[in-house]
């Protein structure tokens, strides 16, 4: 049954403006499993049932209840909360709306043939040599970043976060490291976030409309630098844009799908979105957890300090590398953990091709099923105290069952940018534990959801250098 799923882009449903016209259908953890098992097994058998759930007001369907979540107090997960209580774990819903602000050629609004090529060629990007230098990179940002808070007080860790991110994605994928060029992509592709979220309506004075006016600056700007490319202008350049016009430019090409300039400026906006306000979200929240949770702080700090000797000891390399990440288990666990507990990509939408049956419902052919990733990792059949902030939970490898751990999606849309993620993440939390004390600020409980899902504070925390205090 499963194969009549066509995956489609990974936030489709609720990053690019808010899905398209029709009816979806979120699905949770009991009913996933049982569904993949079925599919394993080839089972299928027709009913007429459709899933519970209101299809709200003709044309828009439930779309104000969805944006009132967003901008409510509750955060926007409430909106999938009030009807999996009402409805139980698979509902019906309707949204309107769908825009493809990153770019009809990009990998996440790509057919499934279309998808297939473009995957090929990027996934090759994402090699251990490109972590490696991402890590170096990553690392030198910290420390400078870090540095610029010597004079203590209080700083916002998402603001940093983002800063941070949107610099490495930058320069990792179009060596793009300061300047007016840089600014000036930093608030288009922010201005694209939010119109992603905006009602899509065309007026010169809507949310939306900048965003489509931003894109275009956008697409303008890669548009010169490809062009630079291509005459020879920048030849030093390491970074992903080279590689792909590189091959492209390659007589003896290995017969894979050659990039059209539209689908390397799609797919590079693409991946500034995926890479940089992820993995800010989720550093922001795993600093908030470990601000909590005295033990896992005090464990984590304790093993850091002696990671920090290793490094000293065995060279005196001024920058983190892959190898000293690999020799980080229990930072990892803390890293799956915070992953798992704030479900950053809270679900994930796959497009219905034809006709089927998912436990009994019958679902029709165009409709998006999103995955529920949230309720699966809070779910406590799966994970005992699932509401309790313990990275030792991972202490045995197996001890998480198949498609447990959502946080990066599941199958052939995969999230292209794990390792990069984890390593990034890695870096930041060794650089501020071996750096800084903390102690967070204020009140952590209410989440916001802009892109993913965030903490509507930015989490504030106030910070004295350890060397001052010991
Ligand atoms: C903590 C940070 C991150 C999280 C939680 C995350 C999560 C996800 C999720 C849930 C998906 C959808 C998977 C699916 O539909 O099955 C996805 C897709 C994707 N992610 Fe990430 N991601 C993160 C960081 C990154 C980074 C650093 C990059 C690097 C550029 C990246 C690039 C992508 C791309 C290109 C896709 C689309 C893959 C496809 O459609 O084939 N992500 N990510």
Same mark, same amino acid.
């Given at each position: 049954?499963?194969?009549?799923?066509?995956?489609?882009?990974?936030?489709?449903? =609720?990053?690019?403006?808010?899905?398209g016209?029709?009816?979806?259908?979120?699905?949770a953890?009991?009913?996933?499993k049982k569904?993949?098992?079925r599919?394993?097994? $080839?089972?299928?058998?027709?009913?007429?049932?459709?899933? !519970?759930?209101?299809?709200?007001?003709?044309?828009?369907?439930?779309?104000?209840?969805?944006m009132?979540?967003?901008?409510?107090? *509750?955060g926007?997960?409430?909106?999938v909360?009030?009807?999996?209580?009402?409805?139980?774990?698979?509902?019906?819903?309707?949204?309107?709306?769908?825009?493809?602000l990153? $770019?009809?050629?990009?990998?996440? =609004?790509?057919? !499934?043939?279309h998808?297939?090529?473009?995957?090929?060629?990027?996934?090759?990007?994402?090699s251990s040599n490109?972590?490696?230098?991402?890590?170096?990179?990553?690392?030198?940002?910290?420390?400078?970043?870090?540095?610029?808070?010597?004079? $203590?007080? #209080?700083?916002?860790?998402? &603001?940093?976060?983002?800063?941070?991110t949107?610099?490495?994605? =930058? %320069?990792?994928?179009?060596?793009?490291?300061?300047?007016?060029?840089?600014?000036?992509?930093?608030e288009?592709?922010s201005?694209?976030?939010?119109?992603?979220?905006?009602?899509?309506?065309?007026?010169?004075w809507t949310?939306?409309?900048?965003?489509?006016?931003?894109?275009?600056?956008?697409?303008?700007?890669l @548009? *010169? +630098?490809?062009?630079?490319?291509?005459?020879?202008?920048?030849?030093?350049?390491?970074?992903? /844009?080279?590689?792909? /016009?590189?091959?492209?430019?390659?007589s003896?090409?290995?017969?894979?799908?050659?990039? #059209?300039d539209? @689908? +390397?400026q &799609?797919?590079?906006?693409t991946?500034?979105?995926?890479?940089?306000d992820?993995?800010?979200?989720?550093?922001?929240?795993?600093?908030?957890?470990l $601000?909590?949770?005295?033990?896992?702080?005090?464990?984590?700090?304790? *093993?850091?300090?002696e990671?920090?000797?290793?490094?000293?000891?065995?060279?005196?390399?001024?920058?983190?590398?892959? &190898?000293?990440?690999?020799?980080?288990?229990?930072?990892?666990?803390?890293?799956?953990?915070?992953?798992?507990?704030?479900?950053?990509v809270?679900?994930? !939408?796959?497009?219905?091709?034809?006709?089927?049956?998912?436990?009994?419902y019958?679902?029709?052919?165009?409709?998006?099923?999103?995955?529920?990733?949230?309720?699966?990792h809070?779910d406590?059949?799966?994970?005992?105290? !699932?509401?309790?902030?313990n990275?030792?939970?991972?202490?045995?490898?197996?001890?998480?069952?198949?498609?447990?751990?959502?946080?990066?999606?599941?199958g052939?849309?995969? =999230?292209l940018?794990?390792?990069?993620? %984890?390593a990034?993440?890695?870096?930041?939390?060794?650089?501020?534990?071996?750096?800084? %004390?903390?102690?967070i600020?204020?009140?952590?409980?209410i989440?916001?959801?802009?892109?993913?899902?965030?903490?509507?504070?930015?989490c504030?925390?106030q910070?004295?250098?350890?060397?001052?205090?010991?």
């Open positions: 049954m499963f194969e009549v799923l066509v995956e489609v882009g990974p936030y489709g449903l =609720c990053l690019y403006a808010i899905l016209v029709g009816a979806f259908v979120f699905v953890s009991e009913l996933w569904m993949v098992l599919q394993l097994n $080839g089972e299928y058998s027709g009913t007429s049932n459709i899933p !519970p759930g209101s299809l709200g007001l003709p044309f828009i369907g439930e779309t104000i209840q969805f009132a979540a967003i901008n409510g107090d *509750k926007f997960y409430d909106f909360r009030v009807r999996s209580e009402r409805y139980g774990n698979c509902f019906k819903t309707n949204i309107f709306g769908e825009t493809h990153v $770019g009809n050629q990009s990998l996440l =609004c790509a057919s !499934p043939h998808h297939k090529l473009l995957r090929a060629r990027l996934i090759n990007l994402f490109s972590i490696s230098l991402l890590v170096k990179q990553f690392d030198q940002l910290v420390v400078d970043a870090l540095n610029g808070w010597e004079h $203590g007080g #209080t700083i916002i860790v998402l &603001d940093e976060a983002l800063k941070i949107f610099k490495a994605m =930058c %320069k990792m994928l179009l060596s793009l490291e300061s300047g007016v060029e840089l600014e000036l992509l930093q288009d592709v201005q694209v976030c939010k119109a992603m979220l905006a009602f899509p309506l065309r007026f010169p949310g939306f409309y900048k965003g489509l006016q931003a894109r275009k600056r956008i697409m303008s700007t @548009e *010169k +630098i490809i062009s630079r490319r291509r005459r020879g202008l920048d030849p030093n350049s390491r970074d992903f /844009l080279q590689c792909l /016009l590189a091959k492209d430019d390659n003896t090409f290995d017969g894979m799908h050659r990039l #059209t539209a @689908e +390397i &799609d797919n590079i906006l991946m500034i979105i995926a890479g940089q992820t993995t800010a979200s989720a550093i922001t929240w795993m600093v908030k957890y $601000g909590e949770n005295e033990e896992a702080l005090e464990a984590i700090k304790a *093993k850091q300090a990671q920090r000797q290793l490094a000293e000891n065995t060279s005196k390399k001024s920058f983190l590398t892959l &190898d000293d990440l690999n020799e980080m288990p229990y930072a990892s666990k803390v890293i799956k953990e915070s992953l798992r507990m704030a479900s950053v809270p679900w994930f !939408p796959r497009l219905v091709l034809e006709d089927c049956e998912i436990e009994g019958n679902i029709k052919k165009g409709w998006n099923v999103n995955i529920d990733a949230r309720s699966i809070l406590s059949m799966l994970y005992n105290e !699932p509401n309790n902030f990275p030792s939970r991972f202490d045995d490898e197996h001890f998480c069952k198949p498609y447990s751990f959502l946080a990066f999606g599941m052939a849309r995969t =999230c940018g794990i390792n990069m993620a %984890k990034m993440m890695l870096v930041f939390l060794h650089r501020l534990l071996t750096t800084y %004390k903390q102690v600020d204020s009140d952590l409980s989440e916001k959801w802009a892109l993913f899902s965030r903490l509507r504070s930015g504030p925390v910070l004295s250098r350890i060397s001052n205090i010991e």
